[in-house]
């Protein structure tokens, strides 16, 4: 079987629903929530440790036993870059979990707010 056609009987993925177009809009409207294992990744790929981790990138307004949520600097993640007009995340090869499940859609708020802007 190659990728476009399915054998009898199984059914073929259904495909992304849009691409990604970079606009950085979900950045914006929401906050990465990490656990443990995302925030070891992080700060070993930033060369950083746990205090600066919480001093830096944890928003003290909610915590909720060992898991956090990144806080916004500037009305967006702390993380979010912009290179050449498009959204950059600064820690993308060890971004949070919930990052990485993110699949833009013509249906989400975020993407539709994206398309608009051009």
């Known amino acids: 079987?190659?990728?476009?056609?399915a054998s009898p009987g199984e059914t073929e993925p259904a495909p992304p629903a849009m691409t990604c177009r970079r606009c950085g809009v979900c950045c914006t409207r929401h906050q990465a929530f990490v656990g443990p294992a995302d925030i070891a990744r992080i700060t070993a790929y930033?060369?950083?440790t746990r205090d600066d981790w919480d001093r830096l990138y944890d928003d003290p307004r909610?915590?909720?036993?060992?898991?956090r949520l990144i806080r916004h600097v500037g009305g967006a993640c702390a993380f979010l870059r912009f290179e050449a007009g498009?959204?950059?995340?600064a820690i993308h090869p060890v971004k949070p979990g919930c990052c990485a499940a993110w699949q833009a859609d013509p249906a989400k708020n975020e993407c539709r707010e994206g398309l608009a802007k051009g």
């Open 1 to 5: 079987m190659d990728n476009l056609t």
């Open 46 to 48: 930033l060369g950083i």
């Open 62 to 67: 909610w915590r909720y036993t060992e898991y």
């Open 86 to 89: 498009l959204a950059a995340c």
